[in-house]
């Protein structure tokens, strides 16, 4: 059985709203929604920059995982990096990405399947008429039964 996970909380709270004196001058915290963003109660809101940057360094020194404070502030990890520097590092050579968003390129895509039409389209291509028939019985079966798992495909030649 699983525990629940650690409520965290805003260091030394006892009012709702703070003021705090940084280089650029005096800002105001909501240290209610802070509290709530850092445990994931965050919905359809935001935190000021200022709030997130504080919310962050109370996570960063409880040790979590800063794709989870990314997360739960609303800010992205360059962001994180340029507030902290040299504190946002990921874990390994593995678990780091390399910017970029595209998917690597799969050699099974075969012409004639519904896959090979979106390789046609992701390419810029006009789809062959294979590829376009293919897609046409995917849809129909879609259509029909509410998803693409299952749906017949005619013989596939390499793309």
């Known amino acids: 059985m699983t525990s629940a996970p650690e409520w965290i909380s805003v260091p030394r709270m006892t009012v709702p709203t703070v003021w705090l004196a940084t280089p650029d001058g005096l800002v105001s915290l909501d240290l209610i929604a802070i509290e709530l963003a850092m445990n994931g109660r965050r919905k359809r809101w935001t935190l000021s920059q200022d709030e997130a940057r504080y919310a962050a360094r109370v ?18 990890t360059n962001t994180l990096r340029a507030w ?19 998917a690597a ?3 099974d895509v075969k012409c004639g399947t519904r896959r090979g039409y979106g390789r046609h389209h992701q390419r810029g291509e006009v789809p062959c008429r294979p590829c376009k028939d293919a897609n046409a019985m995917a849809d129909r079966y879609y259509r029909k039964h509410g998803t693409y798992l299952g749906a017949p495909e005619p013989s596939a030649v390499a793309l």
């Not at 404070?69 to 800010?75: L, P, Q």
Request: proline content about 10%.
């Open 84 to 102: 902290f520097p040299g504190e946002i590092e990921p874990a390994d050579d593995r678990s780091a990405r390399s910017g970029s968003r595209k």
């Open 59 to 76: 996570m960063l020194d409880r040790k979590v995982p800063y794709s989870v404070i990314a997360s739960r502030v609303g800010v992205n």
């Open 105 to 107: 390129p799969t050699s």
